[in-house]
């Protein structure tokens, strides 16, 4: 047992999954996979009570795209930008939380930091209301399918994938958690325009992610000196997340960051499924914004 309740209570869900088959292991809400110990349905009914604040900060990803790089910039940027420099250990996930964890969230001080890999249309509506801040990260879907493969391959909450070939299948499909990945793209290249909606991609922060820090930082209102700012980029590299991460994450912390690099789908992809996938960029995200942003001939093929 560790004296961290989080890493216990993930503990806890590992063994009930071994007990469960690999059927029970996703459900189905609204027509969308959820990974049922993690996110059941009493989490998402809870949600419909979460009542949004002005001065949240929310952070959006489609799974595997650095949601939990771009946690420890955040925190990283509000522990520097507030002064308040405590720990917090609570993942951001609002569709994790539950009824329990929700009433402690409404109580707690602003400004709150938030996230979750929901579709936009299924935010809670709040959000949109008060207008909140929402940063928004996307990966190229190449990468991304590799990571989530990898990542459904060695979380025991998940179903285990039965090979390579089929999880592209299904990742093709939106047969995955959370859904499909052009869904999410397609929707958030409509709130492009939003000035509380701010997209970064996983390639760009690579590429500086010192003055990615910059962007989101200015972006959440705090005015950091480049001091802070060259601190919190060297804080954020992938090795040093890696290296802290029994400390952040307990231990799926391995699963999570493992390898942090960008162009790892040529080891994976076939040929033809590489002309697959870009088929369906080209039908999807080709000519939009969002689409452009990516920069797919760079990174993807
Ligand atoms: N600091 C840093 N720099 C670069 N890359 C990083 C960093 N931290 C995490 N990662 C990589 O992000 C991938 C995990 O994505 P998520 O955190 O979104 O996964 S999750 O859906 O929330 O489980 C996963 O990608 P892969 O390594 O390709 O699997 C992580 O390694």
């Not at 047992?1 to 007990?19: H, T, V, W």
């Not at 190449?142 to 592209?168: A, I």
């Not at 397609?186 to 000035?195: G, I, N, R, S, V």
Request: hydrophobic share 35%; glycine share 6%.
């Amino acid at each position: 047992m560790s004296d961290n309740p989080l890493f216990n209570r993930m503990q806890a869900r590992i063994q009930m999954a071994k007990e469960m088959s690999e059927e029970q292991k996703l459900y189905r809400y609204n027509g969308v996979l959820y990974p049922t110990l993690m996110c059941p349905e009493e989490n998402m009914r809870a949600l419909d009570n979460l009542k949004a604040r002005e001065d949240d900060l929310m952070l959006v990803a489609y799974p595997k795209c650095g949601f939990n790089w771009m946690v420890g910039v955040i925190k990283k940027i509000m522990a520097e930008g507030t002064g308040d420099k405590t720990e917090r250990k609570t993942p951001p996930l609002i569709e994790f939380f539950g009824p329990e964890v929700l009433k402690a969230v409404e109580e707690s001080p602003s400004p709150r930091f938030l996230g979750t890999h929901l579709f936009p249309d299924n935010i809670p509506p709040s959000f949109y209301e008060k207008k909140t801040k929402m940063m928004v990260i996307f990966r190229n879907p190449k990468d991304t399918l590799v990571s989530y493969y990898h990542f459904c391959n060695n979380n025991p909450v998940l179903p285990t994938v039965e090979s390579w070939d089929s999880f592209f299948s299904q990742f093709m499909k939106g047969e995955v958690s959370w859904g499909s990945y052009f869904d999410h793209a397609l929707a958030w290249d409509k709130k492009m325009d939003d000035p509380n909606v701010m997209i970064v991609t996983y390639e760009d922060l690579k590429q500086d992610l010192k003055a990615g820090v910059h962007q989101i930082s200015n972006f959440f209102g705090f005015n950091l000196t480049e001091a802070q700012v060259q601190q919190i980029a060297e804080k954020s590299t992938f090795s040093s997340m890696k290296e802290n991460s029994g400390q952040s994450h307990g231990n799926i912390g391995n699963v999570i960051f493992r390898k942090g690099e960008v162009g790892d789908w040529k080891n994976h992809f076939t040929p033809e499924q590489s002309r697959e996938m870009d088929e369906a960029f080209n039908k999807h995200l080709a000519g939009t914004r969002l689409g452009a942003k990516m920069d797919y001939q760079k990174y993807c093929q």
